[in-house]
């Protein structure tokens, strides 16, 4: 299907909305003024009552999953819902709209398919909130679980993976009032993998390293007072990237100590060496004089064909490699990233990088599932995703064989554009779990950021007279290495802005 017309005088959730006509229909373009299909929907409200009506005008097949749920009238298909307005603050009304908008125009598309997806009409990242909602409602995870699957046709695994995850956060979620967590971005790789988000010009190429270390500190610096005269105080630390070990060990010394120095006191810190080709004795010498305890080697696959086609200039040699050195120098925690549904990968080409990653015996596994964003190299080349079916059979065969393995998951978030719209999924052997991760997934700590494309949230109590939602804000860095190396000191005084108001 080439285009959708979609009409709503809610024109705030045009956006939502064409999510839930992709997450039924497929990729398509759903604009107001195309032809073909054309759904309208109107929302309209009497008192304490949301009403919302969703028509179908066109050629799709009907008697599908949730047919029971429209009718027809004159040569339309139609649905119709009445949900309660949301109560509290503004923000609780806006979303309890959106929601019966969404859960409207998805049981109307629902009647043209044939199969839910697993996620039912969700189509946000952060399905736990939802769970830990209903919790805070007086729910058990039980009655959590039913109301997601009757409410947003959730199926029964995921809300079974919802319930572990919760289980798994259990005493790790939550922090201590003045707690925030620090994030510092190096953005060079040595080549680009062709799913990758950022712009060639984004991620640096070397020359730049200096001068982007010095900024990088720079910008460190300038909150540094701030957060001392706050009392602020460091949860979880993370040194992301791009690759971090891409750049010389000096160098990633100079922000880890500068980082250390400026925001003591961190619970853990990880550094997400990523490329296993960049990881060497100096790099891992480094980390462990720093008392990095986690790091991260990041096979992706264990094929080289793949590799090659990806873009990573690795082999599963070098992965290999990378983690039995990582455990010679007496690294504890390290971390395994995978792929499911890479260009010409099926189900067993990621079952037997599974089985590899868990004879190795990493404290954790996560397993992604391809998402194709505008600007990568795989949406140039219009590379078109794995079957949904065959998407959903690799991440439920790599989930049952790290469960039979012992791990649990305990973070998950879900993207744009993934393949079999699944999900992203954090796997750990019980108690091995990353706090940075699960703060960062369930957006429970505030977090400040520092480096090119960095972006801050910091949280912000609701008040208790109703005026005010609990609200996140953030504050972004710009993207471009060189933008960021001469505004460095601006986008320190974002920070502080963001943090004082
Ligand atoms: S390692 Fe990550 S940041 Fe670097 S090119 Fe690949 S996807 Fe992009």
């Known amino acids: 299907m080439n285009a959708v017309r979609l009409e709503t005088n809610t024109p705030q959730f045009q956006n939502d909305l064409a999510d839930v006509v992709r997450l039924l229909l497929g990729p398509c373009e759903v604009r107001p003024d195309a032809g073909g299909i054309v759904l309208r929907h109107t929302h309209a409200q009497e008192g304490e009552t949301l009403l919302e009506r969703c028509t179908l005008e066109g050629d799709l097949p009907r008697g599908g999953a949730l047919s029971r749920l429209c009718r027809e009238e004159g040569g339309l298909l139609v649905r119709e819902v009445r949900a309660a307005a949301g109560e509290g603050g503004p923000l609780a009304e806006k979303r309890a709209v959106k929601r019966a908008a969404k859960t409207c125009l998805f049981e109307l598309l629902g009647a043209t398919v044939e199969k839910l997806p697993p996620w039912g009409s969700l189509t946000g990242i952060r399905p736990t909130r939802l769970l830990y909602e209903a919790l805070e409602k007086g729910m058990t995870v039980e009655e959590g679980r039913s109301w997601l699957r009757d409410t947003f046709y959730v199926s029964e695994s995921r809300t079974g993976l919802l319930a572990e995850i ?80 891409a750049i010389a060990p000096e160098q990633l010394r100079r922000v880890i100590e500068a980082a250390q120095r400026l925001y003591p006191g961190a619970r853990e810190w990880t550094v997400e060496a990523g490329r296993p080709d960049t990881i060497d004795r100096a790099q891992l010498a480094m980390l462990r004089e720093m008392g990095i305890g986690r790091i991260c080697v990041n096979p992706q696959t264990f094929h080289d064909e793949t590799l090659r086609r990806v873009g990573r200039a690795h082999t599963s040699e070098d992965t290999l490699r990378a983690f039995a050195l990582a455990r010679e120098m007496g690294f504890g925690h390290i971390n395994m990233d995978f792929i499911a549904a890479l260009p010409g990968e099926g189900r067993e080409d990621l079952v037997s990088s599974i089985r590899q990653a868990v004879a190795l015996a990493p404290e954790s596994i996560t397993v992604h599932a391809l998402a194709i964003k505008h600007s990568s190299k795989l949406n140039e080349q219009r590379y078109r995703q794995s079957s949904p079916e065959e998407a959903q059979r690799m991440v439920e065969e790599a989930r049952a064989l790290l469960e039979g393995a012992g791990y649990r998951p305990y973070y998950l978030y879900r993207q744009k554009y993934m393949a079999g719209n699944l999900e992203n999924v954090g796997y750990a052997k019980p108690g091995c779990a990353c706090l940075y991760n699960i703060d960062n997934m369930e957006e429970t700590a505030p977090v400040l950021a520092f480096g090119a494309g960095a972006i801050s949230k910091w949280l912000f109590p609701g008040r208790d007279d109703g005026g005010r939602d609990e609200r996140i804000e953030r504050a972004p860095n710009v993207r471009n290495i060189d933008e960021y190396i001469a505004r460095a000191e601006e986008m320190a005084q974002r920070k502080i802005a963001l943090v004082t108001q």
């Open 166 to 245: 919760l289980a798994m956060q259990e005493g790790l979620i939550g922090r201590e009032p003045k707690e925030f967590d620090l994030y510092a971005g190096i953005p060079f790789c040595r080549t680009r993998c062709t799913y990758c988000s950022f712009a060639a010009g984004e991620l640096g190429d070397g020359r730049r390293v200096v001068p982007y270390v010095d900024a990088l500190i720079r910008e460190m610096e300038l909150c540094a007072e701030m957060a001392r005269e706050r009392g602020l105080r460091l949860r979880a630390g993370y040194i992301g990237g791009g690759t971090p070990t």
